[in-house]
């Protein structure tokens, strides 16, 4: 069957199109959405996740009580959707009596490479409270790997006169560990304005060192340069503490067999934004070059 692109508000029709009532969210279906075509040439995994965004299968986040991170709630079914040209939408909105957040999960399971996210929306502004996360995760890692998690992130982190939106980090960074590990993280000076337009960001993840890189427009590597940070063997090895538990030390943690990309548009604490207008944010694409 081919895939069609089901825009947001067709949404509900089409579930109700295909027999399901009851208002279910799309991320409990458990099955693939259809989705746009894929660009010409991705990889595309058909048979798993809740829909396809530039050729990659994705499963959407959903909660009914706050989890992490922030904690905050994530509602899969109304805040994140593929528009017409294959962009990804993803929101912090009001809903029901609750601030609701958006988390999208992989199901490639990927390791030591390049991962590539273009954001297609002005990020330059975004409220203190807001975070947009692109960064790899893996629930079964902790001990070993510290759950090998890398990076970027853009925020203000409570700080509202911040202009240093964006944070490149190699976990652990700080968790319940006494004070954060100042070298693994790092923000980079950059011309704040080159974040109203479109941006691409990646960092290539090998076992010897990390290396992050932005760029303006849709194109990696681009012609314009805007912010660059490298992470190497050199560092001190660190611990991650979380819920009592210490990890093995960890200098550069490696990837396991269940790591997968991940995009987030969460809320600090779990706060409501303090101007309290919703938060959305379009990726144009996502693309992993294995190493």
């Known amino acids: 069957m081919k895939n069609r692109n089901i825009p947001r508000p067709s949404w509900r029709k089409w579930l109700a199109n295909v027999g399901i009532v009851g208002g279910v969210a799309m991320a409990a279906l458990g099955t693939s959405c259809e989705q746009s075509d894929p660009p010409t040439g991705k990889h595309v995994i058909k048979d798993s996740g809740d829909f396809v965004f530039s050729g990659y299968g994705w499963r959407i986040k959903s909660s009914t009580t706050p989890v992490g991170p922030g904690p905050c709630y994530f509602n899969g079914d109304s805040c994140v959707w593929v528009d017409k040209q294959g ?17 999208i999960i992989n199901t490639a399971n990927t390791g030591y490479g390049t991962y590539i996210f273009t954001v297609d929306s002005d990020i330059s502004n975004f409220n203190e409270r807001v975070v947009l996360g692109l960064f790899t995760w893996d629930n079964n890692t902790f001990q070993d790997q510290g759950n ?13 006169a911040d202009t240093l939106m964006l944070t490149t980090s190699v976990q652990p960074v700080s968790f319940e560990n006494a004070t954060p590990y100042a070298e693994r993280t790092n923000k980079p000076q950059m011309i704040v304005s080159k974040l109203k337009k479109t941006t691409t960001h990646a960092f290539n993840w090998t076992p010897n060192e990390i290396t992050w890189t932005s760029f303006s427009g849709d194109q990696y590597p681009g012609t314009e340069q805007i912010a660059s940070w490298r992470f190497d063997k050199s560092n001190q090895s660190r611990v991650k503490i979380e819920g009592g538990i210490s990890s ?15 995009i987030n548009l969460w809320l600090l604490n779990g706060l409501p934004p303090s101007d309290n207008k919703p938060v959305e ?3 144009k694409s996502f693309d992993f070059i294995p190493q």
């Open 148 to 160: 090998s998690e890398v990076d970027i992130e853009f925020s203000k982190w409570f700080k509202a």
């Open 248 to 262: 093995n030390p960890i200098v550069i943690p490696a990837p396991g067999a269940t790591t997968n990309a991940r």
């Open 87 to 103: 962009r990804l939408h993803m929101q912090i909105a009001y809903i029901n009596g609750k601030w609701q957040s958006s988390e």
């Open 281 to 283: 944010v379009i990726l």
